[in-house]
């Protein structure tokens, strides 16, 4: 069945460094992808998103690409600051019915 | 608006007891999901409505578990003769549905933390 395979953590940076967590998937069919992102104490919420081969999602500097050749969905940022620190988790649906999950990386950025 | 709300937030129980955990999804959405979140892993897939039809529930662990939506608004996660495995965050979420071009974006509320003691 479809899975999500995500860099295993925990990851702790320096505030400004560069940051890449990485996902690849399994699907049999053409799914959208998802990063969801839970803060500490909070619920997951919706970091950015891809529907299609190529596409490029972006939010609060954070930026995906969805490669269908090497199947994966790299999370990136340039600089991440104190407040970025969080689980950070992959997702993709096929068909819009589950959501199949990664286990989650916990970054922390330290000042 | 108001986002997807879930109660109660936090739910303690004794091994063998009765629960039902109430999920009342982003007014409007039509698709409804249940996930269980254990300690350190990622979320889920527990059962899908399409409406007030569970459309998949093929994540479901066990026939303690059960899951209703009576009018397509407010759906209810019953446990059953609850055991200490059980202990986990429940997420429910809440999506547009079918037809829309954001059919798959899921909206999720803040879980139910169950603890079976």
């Known amino acids: 069945g479809d899975s999500v395979t995500q860099m295993e953590g925990p990851v702790t940076l320096s505030e400004e460094a560069f940051l890449t967590i990485n996902c690849t998937y399994t699907?049999?069919?053409?799914?959208?992808l998802f990063w969801y992102v839970q803060y500490p104490g909070e619920g997951l919420q919706l970091l950015l998103k891809a529907t299609k081969a190529d596409d490029k999602g972006s939010n609060k500097g954070f930026e995906a690409t969805y490669r269908k050749e090497t199947t994966s969905f790299h999370l990136e940022k340039g600089s991440v600051q104190v407040s970025d620190s969080a689980v950070y988790f992959c997702a993709l649906t096929d068909y819009g019915n589950d959501m199949r999950f990664g286990a989650g990386t916990r970054l922390t950025v330290k000042p | 608006g108001a986002g997807v709300s879930q109660t109660p937030s936090n739910k303690v129980t004794e091994k063998g007891k009765y629960v039902e955990l109430r999920c009342d999804p982003i007014s409007g959405h039509t698709a409804l999901y249940w996930y269980r979140q254990s300690l350190g892993q990622g979320p889920e897939f527990l059962i899908y409505f399409q409406g007030t039809g569970a459309a998949d529930d093929s994540g479901l662990p066990n026939d303690r578990f059960f899951a209703v939506r009576p009018e397509g608004s407010v759906s209810t996660l019953k446990i059953q003769r609850t055991e200490r495995g059980d202990s986990a965050v429940y997420l429910c979420?809440?999506?547009?549905?079918?037809?829309?071009?954001?059919?798959?974006?899921?909206?999720f509320g803040p879980g139910t933390r169950l603890t079976v003691l």
């Open positions: 979420a809440s999506s547009l549905g079918r037809g829309s071009s954001s059919y798959n974006e899921q909206f």
């Open positions: 699907a049999t069919g053409y799914p959208s």
